[in-house]
């Protein structure tokens, strides 16, 4: 009988044992998935902000652009009301 025993606290020591590398194993992926999202939600927040700088400052230089080609039709009109007769 003591032998059924020892055999029996064996075997629930060895299940015990797998029971808790499978939990360890699946906090570490839970654990993992949750770093994860964290890093891709940082990476997405900061490409967010790069693509609105960027498309400010394409704004900003198709501003400027716009300016120059009024100033060079400004001063193109000037000479040529000085040359007309």
């Known amino acids: ?22 939990l360890e194993e699946g ?9 994860l999202s964290i890093i891709l ?4 927040g900061i490409l967010g902000s790069v693509n609105a700088t960027l498309n400010q400052a394409g ?10 080609a009024q100033k060079f039709e400004e001063i193109f009109r000037q000479i040529t009301s000085f040359f007309q007769f």
């Open 59 to 68: 704004k900003s230089v198709g501003d400027f652009l716009s300016t120059i």
């Open 1 to 22: 009988m003591s032998m059924l025993r020892a055999s029996t606290k064996r075997r629930l020591q060895n299940i015990a044992r797998k029971g808790s590398l499978l």
């Open 27 to 35: 906090m570490l992926i839970g654990v993992s998935i949750v770093i």
């Open 41 to 44: 939600s940082m990476v997405m």
